[in-house]
């Protein structure tokens, strides 16, 4: 079984400093792990892919995650962010037999001015 | 290139009325989901359909929701006798594999209002 948790629900960051999105997984085996984004009235987005190659992932638009075995972690970060940046941003475990997605609760980022 | 459509892209229908939801995946892409996005219950898995083998339906909620998808290309999604709770956006994926790791690109969903 898999799960996925995103640990705040809102982040609201300065526009030019530092975006984390914190993400805990919980799979009975090895995951593939997405970061995907809804902007409002918006289709989802794939950001970026995790799947067992390297633990440090990079993605469209500045954002990269990195994969921790030990932590089971797999925190968004983007070194600046930018007022489109706003969304909210999806956490997602897929892989097994189907690749069927579970998807965390979501985090909305807010970026001030 | 094209990417997924569905239609409608707005529902609104009586409680008790039956609803039926279309999918257009990308060309080419074998394997098709559905999801469900709602307030209460965020994004959540309902039926996988892979080629001619028989669709993962684990995650459809009751009886009322069945999915067919013809010829391995479009797919609809059909509600019965349609509860309030059944408001919802209904989103659609295609992938062209069910490997894990492979991307599943989303159409922009069917947003249903059930009165």
């Known amino acids: 079984a898999q799960s996925v948790t995103q640990l705040d629900s809102h982040v609201s960051v300065s526009e030019g400093t530092p975006v984390l999105l914190r993400c805990n997984y919980s799979s009975s085996y090895s995951p593939s792990l997405f970061w995907y984004v809804q902007h409002p009235n918006k289709g989802l987005q794939l950001l970026l892919k995790y799947t067992s190659a390297a633990t440090l992932v990079k993605g469209i638009n500045g954002f990269e995650a990195e994969f921790k075995k030990s932590e089971t972690s797999f925190h968004l970060t983007k070194p600046s962010a930018h007022m489109s940046d706003a969304a909210e941003y999806f956490c997602v475990a897929g892989g097994g037999a189907t690749n069927k997605l579970i998807f965390g609760t979501g985090t909305l980022l807010a970026v001030q001015p | 290139g094209a990417g997924v459509s569905q239609s409608p892209s707005n529902k609104v229908t009586e409680k008790g009325k039956d609803v039926e939801l279309r999918c257009d995946p990308i060309?080419?892409?074998?394997?098709l989901y559905w999801y469900r996005q709602s307030l209460g219950q965020g994004l959540e898995f309902l039926i996988y359909f892979q080629g001619n083998s028989a669709p993962d339906k684990s995650g459809l909620p009751s009886d009322r929701f069945s999915a067919e998808r013809t010829g391995g290309s479009v797919s609809t999604l059909t509600i019965q006798r349609t509860q309030q709770e059944d408001s919802a956006v209904y989103l659609c994926a295609s992938s062209p594999k069910d490997r894990g790791g492979n991307e599943q690109f989303f159409g922009p969903g069917t947003r249903l209002t059930v009165l």
């Open positions: 060309s080419g892409h074998t394997a």
